[in-house]
């Protein structure tokens, strides 16, 4: 078989392209035969994938027109003309006699386990800021109630989310597209065997389909810029979105959106005559779904029946752009009011997550949470407090104590009830800045004893950019210099509580 392996990676990542890699080795064994090397694309590199992906696909394709060349009754597609769109919009003279809540495929009281095509509409209780007023940083504890929701986890579960688009940026997109928000419509695809797009109710609304599908927040890809150009019929917008999506035109491309994290709305925006003539039935074709986003569940059942509550970090930042930068789902969620008129819902649906915790009674436990990576913590901690398990350990990192110090009074008790060690680094307090990693070394001997001699399970969760290099680093010092082991034989020990899931991270670029 002839072969060519191309991999979306992060090298970011400690395992970088690790799949990729592997398929590559793997299918040269089995005897097949490799057109090109891997490319491994980087998410991390200033171009994106497409800096290792353009000039590995143009040789591709050389070789493949050399052995499989295209019969000469098929003729090519023009480079500029578009592909057929998928779908076909039908929009309906008339109103459907279907109510607001059928157009939502959530539902508030499911029959089976909630999914991503069948999410449960969960009641929001509260939406607290738990960050002091000074911090740099809105931080959210939400809570959902989930009552009759069919929903259960476990401490390291977790959540997954389903945002909307502001009501202001789906009603600025129906104007720039010339668009009806409250035109109905059905799908037809253009191929037999196509399904419907996934989550979307069909009929449904201009409206719908704007504020809850389309990703319209989102930082375009070159393939947008692609298509917009072949859809364009304005002279000088045409000739500007090509070069956007050329090969030669990526540092442009880049400065002009990536750098800036321009939004899919702020393009379309630019080029006005281009979006007001943009045929409905490629909306779905140019603009990506909304996708769920994961939040480590930061409650128990035990400790919390029928509610399920999660730490949001809401993000936003400034860049060169008049507008400051805003998440899509942690500014939507912040944004929500539970003492509004009427109930305040969010479509979720709950996985298991990375983080198992041992299920054996004397087993004790040490997690390392820097700001909000603490949250999984306090789900693990209330279970196995009111299973009447102790050997709970929980080095907390933050900036400063009066203003992100994450469930202080809440420590302290099982702290004084002898449930739980508390150890913290507050960053910003003095000169030099403490950090986690700082308070293990400190506590070496502690944690060795916990480790290599109660079978300790060893738990990391935080930010990926230094923190899991800062913490390896800690603990190889701590093998070291309490085990008195070799630098190889330290590093043979991580990997060993690696490999038997005693030593487990969730991290986040």
């Given amino acids: 078989m002839d072969f060519a392996v191309l991999g979306l990676g992060d090298s970011s990542y400690a395992k970088f392209n690790f799949v990729a890699k592997k398929l590559h080795r793997r299918l040269l064994q089995l005897g097949g035969s490799a057109l090109l090397p891997p490319c491994l694309g980087d998410d991390q590199h200033e171009l994106g994938p497409d800096a290792a992906i353009d000039p590995w696909v143009g040789d591709l394709w050389e070789k493949i027109m050399v052995m499989y060349p295209v019969p000469l009754d098929i003729p090519e597609i023009p480079h500029g003309v578009p592909l057929p769109s998928k779908f076909i919009f039908q929009f309906l003279q008339e109103v459907p006699s279907i109510g607001a809540e059928e157009l939502n495929i959530a539902s508030s009281a499911p029959q089976t386990p909630p999914s991503e095509l069948q999410p449960f ?28 929701s069919n929903i259960s986890f476990a401490a390291g579960d977790v959540v997954f989310i389903l ?39 069909q009929p449904c609304t201009v409206w719908h389909l704007v504020s809850q599908y389309l990703d319209i927040a989102s930082v375009p890809r070159r393939s947008f810029f692609e ?54 039935d490629y909306l779905l074709d140019l603009i990506p779904r909304i996708r769920p986003r994961a939040f480590s569940i930061a409650s128990s059942l035990l400790a919390h029946p029928r509610r399920l509550q999660i730490l949001v970090a809401v993000v936003k930042y400034q860049t060169r752009l008049k507008e400051p930068r805003r998440g899509l789902c942690s500014s939507w ?33 040490i997690m390392v ?91 990391l969760a935080g930010n990926a950019k230094y923190l899991p290099t800062d913490v390896s680093e800690a603990l190889m010092s701590i093998f070291q210099e309490e085990g008195r082991l070799s630098t190889a034989d330290a590093s043979a020990y991580l990997a060993r509580l690696q490999q038997t899931l005693r030593f487990q991270t969730e991290t986040w670029a």
């Fill in 121 to 148: 509409l969960a009641p929001v209780i509260t939406n607290q800021r738990v960050t002091g007023p000074q911090h740099f940083q809105d931080v959210r504890l939400i809570e959902f109630d989930i009552t009759d």
């Fill in 163 to 201: 945002p909307s688009n502001s009501e202001a940026h789906t009603q600025q997109f129906c104007q720039v597209l010339c668009l009806d928000p409250n035109q109905f419509f059905t799908l037809k695809p253009r191929e037999p065997g196509v399904p419907d797009p996934p989550g979307l109710p």
């Fill in 227 to 280: 298509l917009l150009a072949c859809l364009s019929q304005h002279a000088l917008e045409r000739e500007k979105l090509l070069e956007l999506s050329s090969a030669r035109g990526q540092e442009e491309l880049w400065e002009y959106c990536n750098r800036p994290r321009r939004t899919i709305l702020e393009v379309l925006c630019d080029f006005p005559h281009t979006a007001g003539a943009i045929p409905p």
């Fill in 333 to 365: 969620l912040a944004s929500l009011n539970p003492g509004q008129a009427g109930p305040v819902r969010v479509p979720l649906w709950v996985r298991p997550g990375s983080l198992v915790f041992p299920e054996t009674p004397d087993t004790p436990i």
């Fill in 369 to 459: 949470g820097a700001g909000t990576g603490v949250a999984p913590f306090r789900a693990a901690i209330q279970e196995r407090v009111a299973h009447g398990q102790t050997g709970n350990f929980l080095f907390f990192g933050c900036r400063q104590r009066d203003q992100d110090f994450y469930w202080q009074t809440e420590w302290q008790k099982l702290e004084q009830k002898g449930c739980l060690t508390l150890v913290t680094a507050f960053s910003r307090e003095q000169e030099k800045k403490v950090y986690v990693q700082h308070r293990l070394r400190e506590l070496g001997p502690l944690v060795w004893e916990l480790l290599d001699g109660q079978g300790a399970y060893f738990y």
